[in-house]
């Protein structure tokens, strides 16, 4: 099949679009997961999984350069509307988020994602449990990146747990396609331990029954794509795919009940 020169160029551009920077579960954690999810699936259906809602604490770190809102410093409102995308994004699943507080750091190291670790060690908050949210100018084009939860995690592991997002990918945000707030959505899927629906191709996906698989990544908003014999359409409604946020709208009834399982596995206990 032949393309025109333009025609390669607008689907670079569309297939580098949206970039998620969470590192590849390893196949110890996949295994976990299974584990974790065989076991419990058994003693309770999924209704029952999300039927005790889960209230997540959450603090939102915004670092910044200066006090213009190019310059990083994301005004409240802007995350108090982040905060209802969140509620309403995993209402279905049965966990909402509370928002304890919002702190503003002027580091432009800390701002270009440089001295993590120092970073992370002056200002999260609170427990394994609880949601840490560092808002930031990534590079690479990565809008989003977090920690997957581990069992019996160290002090070292607490201190760098959370979701680093990119500034302007926030509700009414500057960047196009990607500012309806669910760049957090996405990486908090993480952060439970969901993985892509695209993670282990057409013959593994992402271990979640209700989740049809799909070969690779969805861009944009592609109705009908079909990559994988059986199985469905590809799930690019997702919030755990690639497409642009205005396609993004569900998470299946399993991944809520895993996600459910996830937390109460991995971290309420922490």
């Given at each position: 099949m032949r393309f025109s020169v333009l025609a390669l160029f607008a689907i670079a551009a569309l297939t580098t679009a949206r970039k998620c920077g969470t590192e590849e579960p390893s196949q110890e954690l996949i295994q976990s997961n299974n584990n974790i999810w065989a076991e419990e699936a058994s003693s309770f259906s999924i209704s029952e999984a999300v039927a005790a809602p889960i209230v997540v604490e959450v603090y939102f770190h915004v670092l910044r350069t200066g006090t213009a809102e190019s310059q990083g410093n994301i005004p409240d409102q802007k995350l108090y509307?982040?905060?209802?995308?969140?509620?309403?994004?995993?209402?279905?699943?049965?966990?909402?988020?509370?928002?304890?507080?919002?702190?503003?750091?002027?580091?432009?190291?800390?701002?270009?994602?440089?001295?993590?670790?120092?970073?992370?060690?002056?200002?999260?908050?609170?427990?394994y449990k609880t949601?840490?949210?560092y808002y930031q100018n990534l590079s690479g084009g990565v809008l989003g990146y977090c920690y997957y939860p581990k069992s019996n995690p160290d002090a070292a592991t607490v201190s760098l747990d959370g979701c680093a997002v990119l500034s302007s990918s926030v509700p009414n945000g500057s960047l196009a396609n990607y500012n309806l707030g669910r760049t957090l959505t996405h990486e908090a899927g993480h952060w439970f331990g969901l993985f892509h629906t695209f993670q282990g191709g057409c013959t593994g996906g992402d271990s979640v029954d209700d989740t049809p698989p799909e070969a690779s990544a969805?861009?944009?908003?592609?109705?009908?794509?079909?990559t994988c014999n059986g199985g469905g359409v590809d799930p690019i409604h997702n919030f755990m795919d690639y497409s642009y946020d205005s396609c993004m709208e569900e998470f299946t009834p399993q991944q809520g009940a895993r996600m459910n399982t996830y937390f109460k596995n991995y971290r309420s206990s922490t």
């Open positions: 509307d982040q905060l209802d995308v969140l509620n309403a994004d995993y209402a279905s699943a049965g966990i909402s988020f509370k928002l304890l507080g919002i702190t503003r750091t002027t580091n432009s190291a800390w701002y270009n994602d440089q001295a993590e670790s120092q970073m992370k060690a002056a200002l999260r908050k609170g427990t949601l840490n949210v969805a861009y944009g908003c592609p109705v009908g794509r079909d």
